[in-house]
């Protein structure tokens, strides 16, 4: 009786032993599925996530290239034409641009080297260029001194390719209307260059609501002031140019109103 007491004694421990080892393997199993499943989601967290940031990205990219297109289309479509300005200013006020005056000394200065044996640089043998930025004497063409004047307007010719009749071609000389008192002459050559604060102008710098003139029209430009306009007097091109009495009138009328 002892020895089969003492056997179910050890079958039963064994059978708890078992049950126990069972549960503690489901216990881990269980514990490992979760934590599988915990990185499962975080997975799937971090992939929408990622997902979400990317499309994000990619439509704030669009979004702002639009923005940049419509801002820089807009600032073309309402900026002046500052090259224009330029070319009108270098003749209104009788001085080639300074690109041209350099290049034109610098021919000089390169007949001066190449005839005169006092110059520093005489017979001297140039060197490979080294950069294409730099722009030496050898990059001109000679010119001699007393042919500088007429060299500096051929060059601005060429360079001048705008075709206002309002304005005297290149010269190396005030426009007429140069003994008129400074607003009439500055109201003069903003009218030959077609610049001033007309309407249409303030429109675009958003410091009016709309482009109108008193007159009526809905687009005061300065074409319109010269020859359309029924608030003040006309005058032409030519008449700008030669500064006539027209011009001068129109000068009295309009240098207030177009500063």
């Known amino acids: 009786m002892k020895a089969s007491n003492a056997l179910y004694i050890i079958i039963i421990i064994i059978i708890i032993l078992i049950i126990i080892i069972i549960m503690v393997i489901f216990i881990i199993m269980i514990i490992i599925i979760i934590i ?7 997975i799937i967290i971090f992939t929408i996530t990622t ?3 990317i499309i994000t990205i990619i439509i704030s990219s669009s979004i702002i290239t639009v923005i940049i297109t419509i801002i820089t289309i807009t600032t073309i479509i309402t900026m002046p034409n500052y090259d224009l300005i330029e070319k ?5 006020a009788g001085i080639a641009p300074p690109d041209i005056c350099r290049q034109t000394h610098g021919s000089t200065e390169k007949h001066k080297q190449e005839t005169d044996p006092r110059h520093p640089l005489f017979d001297h043998s140039y060197p490979r260029a080294r950069l294409k930025s730099r722009k030496s004497l050898r990059t001109v063409e000679s010119v001699q001194p007393d042919q500088a004047a007429s060299h500096r307007l051929e060059l601005w010719n060429t360079w ?6 309002a304005i005297q071609p ?6 007429s209307g140069r003994e008129l008192r400074r607003q009439d002459w500055v109201t003069l050559n903003r009218a030959r260059a077609k610049v001033g604060m007309r309407a249409s102008t303030l429109h675009k710098w958003k410091l009016r609501p709309n482009s109108e003139c008193p007159c009526g029209n809905q687009n005061q430009t300065m074409d319109h002031i010269l ?3 029924t608030e003040g007097p006309h005058c032409t091109d030519q008449d700008l140019r030669d500064c006539t009495d027209a011009a001068q ?3 009295t009328h ?3 109103k177009i500063r």
Not at 170 to 175: A, D, N, T
């Open 36 to 42: 599988i499943i915990i990185i499962i989601i975080i």
């Open 51 to 53: 997902a979400i940031i």
């Open 88 to 92: 009108s200013t270098k003749k209104t």
């Open 160 to 165: 001048d390719n705008t075709t206002n009749e």
């Open 170 to 175: 290149p010269k190396e000389q005030l426009p």
């Open 227 to 229: 020859s359309e306009c």
């Open 249 to 251: 009138a129109w000068i």
């Open 254 to 256: 309009w240098r207030d």
